[in-house]
């Protein structure tokens, strides 16, 4: 399954023996541990070809939904088309980059657990795994403009008339003091009160739907278990990822902001950025320009931006996308060789990479806009984005082999 713009690349589709794309390079690493003629070939021998089970490609959410069904309802063609049943299943591996990845997990949804399509082996490469938690942001802009401005014009009061407050001026400015301190305390809990109310009242349709807590793609963890037999989806990524990095900075910009003001001050002017602007930024200014990014960047409509809030999951942390049904694998180092002969492209700073803290199990301690950064620098030095260097890399091509033979 292609991602986001690639339903007319050939990458995913078998090629030439002049031209051989990554699907010919995987059917021949199959053909090497005795699975020959499973990419493609059982589809096309039923009368489908590739395109028949492809999507849109657009970054649109509905588009990565009706991809989903669309999936779904041709895989089932096929296995009614190729006489499979309940009792003897057409066992289907997905392989699946970008959001390619998000359609193949939603449409698992959509396939009976004991029907006649049985998924096999699920491998993710580059996908971002999203989330997605209930708030009401409208309801928080709001507020953050009313208390703010109350608190403001309390200090006008107090500065251009204070003989409007017949209080002594001790008195006066000490419950200025308290209100600039306090309504970060008040619109925490006004936010807080509208966010749980509104996850109570979404509470039913998220279990009608079948799915986990924050989860957007995709049967719940437990479902998902079942219908692979156990055995856990395989998340192939790379923390100098662009496209990752960028959907990252889409549903957070709140958390690059927190990163620049830990870098950016002391522990005093933490703390005054905390107590003061924070309330502002993070229930006003960031929130609008997250709820924008989120619809433009990320995808999803308004009625979804204004009433969820997205972010890109973290499988060490995440209850929608858990360990026990994810496998992620860090294939960096796979990827710096990945580059097809005769890209004009400079090796590599994998030592300044390394000594960022950005490789292997201390990676979770560079800054987002660290590694931000240093993707960016590569993307714009090395003209070759990294995210497309999933199916480039033969070592990449063999993890997914041995991990559809294992299954």
Do not use: C
Request: net charge positive.
């Amino acid at each position: 399954m292609h991602g986001i713009g690639s339903a007319a690349d050939t990458w995913w589709r078998l090629g030439t023996p002049d031209a051989p794309t990554f699907a010919d390079l995987l059917e021949a690493q199959l053909a090497e541990r005795g699975l020959a003629g499973s990419v493609w070939r059982p589809a096309i021998a039923a009368g489908f070809n590739e395109a028949s089970f492809a999507w849109s490609g657009h970054n649109r959410h509905t588009d990565r939904i009706e991809g989903a069904r669309h999936l779904a309802a041709t895989l089932r063609a096929l296995a009614d088309r190729t006489g499979a049943t309940a009792a003897d299943p057409l066992v289907v591996h997905f392989v699946a980059h970008s959001h390619g990845g998000n359609v193949s997990l939603e449409a698992l949804r959509h396939l009976p657990a004991h029907g006649p399509v049985r998924p096999g082996a699920m491998v993710l490469m580059g996908t971002p795994l999203i989330e997605a938690r209930p708030a009401l942001r409208l309801f928080r802009f709001a507020m953050a403009l009313v208390v703010s401005l109350a608190v403001l014009g309390w200090f006008g009061v107090a500065l251009f008339f204070p003989h409007a407050v017949p209080i002594p001026a001790w008195q006066r400015w000490g419950l200025v003091a308290a209100a600039f301190v306090g309504y970060r305390w008040v619109l925490a809990l006004l936010g807080w009160a509208g966010d749980m109310l509104w996850t109570w009242l979404s509470w039913p349709l998220r279990f009608v739907r079948g799915r986990a807590a924050g989860q957007v793609y995709g049967p719940a963890a437990d479902t998902l278990r079942r219908l692979l037999g156990e055995r856990k989806v395989l998340l192939l990524t790379s923390h100098q990822d662009e496209a990752d990095l960028l959907a990252q900075f889409t549903v957070a910009p709140l958390r690059l902001y927190g990163d620049w003001v830990r870098q950016r001050f002391g522990r005093f002017g933490r703390t005054m950025e905390w107590l003061l602007v924070r309330p502002l930024m993070e229930g006003f200014a960031l929130g609008v320009l997250e709820t924008v990014l989120e619809r433009t960047l990320g995808g999803f409509d308004w009625a979804r931006v204004l009433l969820f809030d997205f972010d890109v999951a973290i499988l060490a942390t995440s209850r929608a996308y858990p360990v026990s049904a994810f496998e992620r694998v860090d294939v960096t180092a796979a990827l710096l060789h990945a580059i097809p002969p005769g890209a004009a492209v400079q090796a590599v700073p994998v030592q300044r990479v390394e000594a960022a803290g950005l490789l292997g199990a201390n990676r979770q301690v560079a800054s987002l806009a660290e590694r931000l950064r240093t993707a960016f620098e590569y993307l714009f030095t090395q003209l070759h984005p990294r995210h497309s260097d999933y199916h480039n890399s033969p070592t990449v091509v063999g993890r997914i082999a041995d991990a559809i033979v294992a299954r």
